[in-house]
């Protein structure tokens, strides 16, 4: 019997660009959306050229952070060279070499609902960036890691996490919304990515409204605090465990 390993496209990708290809692009499909092309150097990219929402969240970070789903570490190293003590996590086994070669003091390869490895410290800051929450995939899955994240962060922590609202995907012509009120939530879409003629395994991301996001957080026992929104309706919230 044979076991065939899912391609790692974000990986590949990453690598290819990080180790000179500055054209390295990925195509991205989702069931909801025309395909777009996402260039590997978006992961890359500096204080200076991250949106407004990714520089707030910086600052607002405080004490041990963990960057989950870090990509290429854009957001761990600007806050290594702030002196904050940084882990940086992507399920991405190619994410995690181009960490560790880019200077991110401390990488891990897992999911962000992985428990923390026995005798190391709860953290202060949790950070879910670039449609972060979309890494819990559901609904479900955004409740399950919510009460997990409790086990991660320290007295007094914080998660600083973006997300939107992606209704407008569903209107017509005329602004009406076109929504299958029996499916599942609408902000729950698939996505696959492709590079380099290969495609890889369809995933689960999850696009949550703020309003609904408020009442998850309060039903896993957390404070929401809505510290800004863009122009695009992407929106970054704290979140606090009200009894932790």
């Known amino acids: 019997m044979t076991t065939t390993t899912a391609p790692d496209i974000l990986g590949q990708a990453l690598l290819d660009y990080h180790h000179g290809n500055a054209t390295a692009s990925l195509l991205v499909h989702c069931n909801v959306a025309d395909d777009e092309p996402l260039p590997a150097a978006y992961f890359f990219r500096t204080l200076l050229l991250m949106p407004a929402l990714e520089r707030l969240a910086l600052d607002e970070s405080r004490g041990r952070v963990l960057d989950l789903g870090a990509g290429a570490g854009c957001h761990s190293l600007e806050l290594q060279s702030r002196g904050f003590e940084v882990k940086a996590v992507d399920v991405s086994a190619g994410a995690v070499q181009v960490m560790a070669e880019r200077g991110v003091r401390t990488v891990a390869r897992h999911d962000l609902f992985a428990p923390l490895p026995a005798n190391e410290l709860p953290y202060d800051t949790i950070l879910l960036l670039m449609n972060g929450i979309g890494l819990t995939g559901t609904l479900e899955g955004l409740a399950t890691f919510l009460a997990h994240a409790r086990t991660l962060l320290a007295p007094g922590g914080q998660i600083l996490a973006t997300s939107s609202d992606v209704r407008y995907l569903y209107e017509d012509e005329e602004g009406a919304l076109l929504l ?23 995933f689960p991301w999850l696009f949550v409204e703020a309003a609904l996001l408020q009442d998850a957080a309060e039903a896993a026992g957390y404070a929401a605090d809505f510290l800004d929104e863009d122009e695009q309706g992407q929106y970054l919230v704290r979140l606090t465990p009200t009894n932790h």
């Open 180 to 202: 299958n009120l029996n499916g599942p939530y609408y902000g729950e879409v698939e996505y696959s990515l492709s590079y380099a003629g290969r495609t890889g395994s369809p």
